[in-house]
């Protein structure tokens, strides 16, 4: 018998908490650290990895996804014995993706030589701007000229090869958004996420704004003018979006990302890791313990998981449609009335058709380029009251 999550892979991620500095914008669990026991760090992986393949034997693993934090701060031979690990736990597919996620300032060539032999194949480089005063006031700790070597660098010994941007960022306006987004895609990379600025409570940013001292953000119509432009720009470049915020040339797609849009399995190891595992038929979301230091020491006693929900069938519907219309593809409205009981409401489904919103293709249900700017509307009105 094929389980659900079958249809969306099976991927593992793996969370690296450090980094170099703190960015303002940043509300991921990273933190700097003067000291880090590079030998406990790597044994707690392994630990945690053996603990996952007793629970969850036999099944092919499609992707690995080192996040952070900065992961590319790991040692490489960190890398190598989590990999290693990771291969003698379970079988993998042909294609097996494995991601790093790099800082340009930690970049150098004879780290990512190392990675590269280690087995990682694919980099995602956090470039966010490409002129020095932004990448200042992003507090971004690498310049322009280090952005462009970390890209040379990573095309030489990756074979897909990935970079953030932030839009919408203080007093960036229309033309300097679409000159710039043109000559990233000059830099001959595969994959580019484009993310408009987002304020997060909890962050310096966000304590800024609320005084009044974050001064410049474009209003919501020219950060509307600057989303549209990503996608005219990118769409005549070849490498239309194939989720909200992220672009590919055809073939190029993260394949770990997916399989969190295709709604699969993924174990989350490290500080504040989330996971989504099947166990006899019933999925389960996981996360983990968030504070480095109690991180490490629960996992050295097999106590990582700081919360394990079951999730009912109806919450496993409203994930599946949250997560897969966000990508082109969109669901499979067959597999959301197997997960809930029941189909999704046909009157809203062709209400949501008529203007615009919504189109269908068989059994897949997609958002429209229209209903994807405004994604979180079009839910409200799927997701059972």
Same mark, same amino acid.
């Given at each position: 018998m094929?389980?659900?999550?079958?249809?969306?892979?099976?991927g593992?991620?793996?969370?690296?908490? #450090?980094?170099?500095?703190?960015? /303002?914008?940043?509300?991921?669990n990273?933190? $700097? =650290?003067?000291?880090? %026991?590079? @030998? *406990?760090?790597?044994?707690?992986?392994?630990?945690?990895?053996?603990r996952?393949a007793a629970?969850?034997p036999g099944?092919v693993?499609?992707?690995? #996804?080192?996040?952070g934090?900065t /992961?590319s701060?790991?040692?490489?031979e960190? $890398? =190598?014995?989590?990999? %290693?690990? @990771? *291969?003698r736990?379970?079988?993998?597919?042909n294609?097996l993706?494995?991601?790093?996620?790099?800082n340009?300032?930690?970049?150098e060539?004879?780290? #990512?030589?190392?990675?590269?032999e280690?087995?990682?194949?694919?980099v995602?480089?956090g470039?966010?701007?490409?002129?020095?005063?932004?990448?200042?006031?992003?507090g971004?700790?690498?310049?322009?000229?280090?952005?462009?070597?970390?890209?040379d660098?990573?095309r030489?010994?990756f074979?897909?090869?990935?970079?953030?941007?932030?839009?919408?960022?203080?007093e960036q306006?229309?033309?300097?958004?679409?000159d710039?987004?043109?000559?990233?895609?000059?830099?001959?990379v595969d994959?580019?996420?484009?993310?408009q600025?987002?304020i997060?409570?909890?962050?310096?940013?966000?304590d800024?704004?609320?005084?009044?001292?974050l001064?410049?953000?474009p209003g919501?119509?020219?950060?509307?003018?600057?989303?549209?432009?990503?996608?005219?720009?990118?769409?005549a470049?070849g490498?239309g979006?194939?989720e909200?915020?992220?672009?590919?040339?055809?073939?190029?797609?993260?394949?770990?990302n997916?399989?969190y849009?295709?709604?699969g399995d993924?174990?989350g190891i490290g500080?504040?890791?989330?996971?989504r595992?099947?166990?006899?038929?019933q999925?389960?979301a996981t996360?983990?313990?968030?504070?480095?230091?109690?991180?490490?020491?629960e996992?050295?006693?097999?106590q990582?998981?700081?919360?394990?929900?079951?999730?009912?069938?109806e919450?496993q519907a409203?994930e599946?449609?949250?997560?897969?219309?966000?990508i082109?593809?969109?669901?499979?409205?067959?597999r959301?009335?197997?997960?809930?009981?029941?189909?999704l409401?046909?009157?809203?489904l062709?209400h949501?058709?008529?203007?615009?919103?919504l189109?269908?293709?068989g059994?897949?249900?997609?958002?429209?380029?229209?209903g994807?700017?405004?994604?979180?509307?079009i839910?409200?009105q799927?997701?059972?009251?």
């Open positions: 094929v389980e659900d999550w079958q249809t969306g892979g099976f593992l991620y793996l969370h690296w908490p #450090f980094c170099e500095a703190k960015c /303002p914008y940043c509300d991921f990273s933190h $700097v =650290a003067r000291e880090i %026991d590079h @030998a *406990r760090w790597r044994a707690a992986y392994v630990q945690e990895i053996r996952y629970a969850l099944r693993l499609n992707s690995v #996804f080192f996040g934090g /992961p701060l790991m040692e490489p960190t $890398v =190598a014995v989590i990999l %290693d690990e @990771a *291969r736990a379970w079988p993998t597919a294609d993706e494995v991601t790093l996620e790099a340009p300032s930690s970049v060539a004879g780290r #990512f030589r190392a990675y590269g280690a087995g990682v194949s694919r995602s480089l470039v966010q701007a490409l002129n020095d005063t932004d990448l200042r006031q992003l971004r700790i690498h310049s322009m000229a280090e952005a462009e070597q970390a890209i660098i990573a030489k010994y074979s897909r090869v990935s970079f953030d941007l932030i839009y919408a960022r203080q306006d229309l033309a300097s958004w679409r710039e987004l043109k000559r990233a895609l000059d830099m001959a994959h580019l996420s484009l993310y600025l987002t997060e409570g909890g962050t310096a940013f966000g800024r704004y609320a005084s009044g001292k001064r410049g953000l919501d119509d020219l950060a509307a003018d600057m989303y549209h432009a990503t996608q005219e720009i990118c769409n470049a490498m979006a194939y909200v915020s992220n672009h590919a040339k055809p073939g190029s797609e993260s394949r770990h997916l399989i849009w295709r709604y993924y174990i500080p504040g890791a989330h996971g595992v099947t166990r006899a038929g999925r389960y996360e983990t313990w968030l504070q480095p230091n109690l991180w490490l020491k996992a050295e006693s097999g990582t998981e700081r919360v394990v929900t079951p999730l009912s069938p919450t409203g599946y449609l949250l997560m897969g219309l966000r082109r593809e969109g669901i499979d409205m067959n959301f009335a197997t997960l809930n009981g029941t189909p409401n046909e009157d809203r062709q949501l058709e008529e203007i615009g919103m189109e269908r293709r059994t897949r249900l997609m958002a429209t380029r229209q994807i700017a405004v994604l979180n509307a839910l409200t799927l997701l059972p009251d």
